[in-house]
């Protein structure tokens, strides 16, 4: 009858034993610790196991962005490469046209300075049109003073407007 009270107790968590004798019993509760110990554990190298890899695919992508910005910034460099030599090209080509305009402008400047010989032109002014030379009588010298009555505005001066005080003071002057 005590056994049976004793096993009960066993079932229902308690190891007090009635009466003088101890039984050869190991405890149950050694092996539900190790299993729980060996459950967290268990769950411990999980979470670790998560967070290394959570940790690898935050890497991964870190890498992968890495090497993103590398293959936008090496276009990026290629096409401004592209660019300047694209440039270079049509400075190149617009220096040889300013260098053929330069020529150009050269003999036209020499074949312009041929035309206006003096000689030339009053030869082709006396024959072909039938000009002549004024006389002396038909000469008439106008002496213009250094100082003149033109008046000639600065672009400075017309953009400086007239303070409210001067308007005030040209009004009296006028009377």
């Known amino acids: 009858m005590a056994a049976?009270?004793?096993?009960?107790?066993?079932?229902?968590?308690?190891?007090?034993?009635?009466?003088n004798v101890a039984y050869d019993l190991q405890p149950d509760y050694a092996?539900?610790?190790?299993?729980?110990?060996?459950?967290?554990?268990?769950?411990?190298?999980?979470?670790?196991?998560?967070?290394?890899?959570?940790?690898?695919?935050?890497?991964?992508?870190?890498?992968?962005?890495v090497a993103l910005v590398m293959f936008v910034g090496c276009i990026a460099?290629?096409?401004?490469?592209?660019?300047?030599?694209?440039?270079e090209v049509s400075l190149r080509r617009q220096k040889s046209e300013l260098d053929n305009l330069k020529s150009a402008n050269a003999i036209l400047e020499a074949e312009?300075?041929?035309q206006l010989d003096m000689d030339y032109i009053r030869q082709e002014a006396s024959e072909r049109l039938g000009m002549s030379e004024p006389q002396s009588y038909q000469v008439v010298y106008i002496d213009v003073p250094k100082q003149s009555y033109t008046v000639q505005h600065n672009a400075d001066d017309a953009a400086d407007e007239e303070s409210l005080l001067d308007k005030v003071k040209n009004i009296w002057k006028k009377d």
């Open 77 to 87: 460099f290629m096409g401004m490469n592209v660019a300047v030599d694209n440039a």
């Open 31 to 65: 092996s539900y610790r190790m299993q729980e110990e060996d459950e967290q554990r268990r769950k411990e190298e999980a979470r670790l196991a998560k967070a290394e890899a959570r940790e690898n695919r935050i890497n991964s992508v870190k890498v992968i962005a």
């Open 4 to 19: 049976d009270r004793y096993r009960n107790r066993i079932d229902a968590g308690s190891y007090y034993a009635y009466g």
């Open 112 to 114: 312009m300075a041929e």
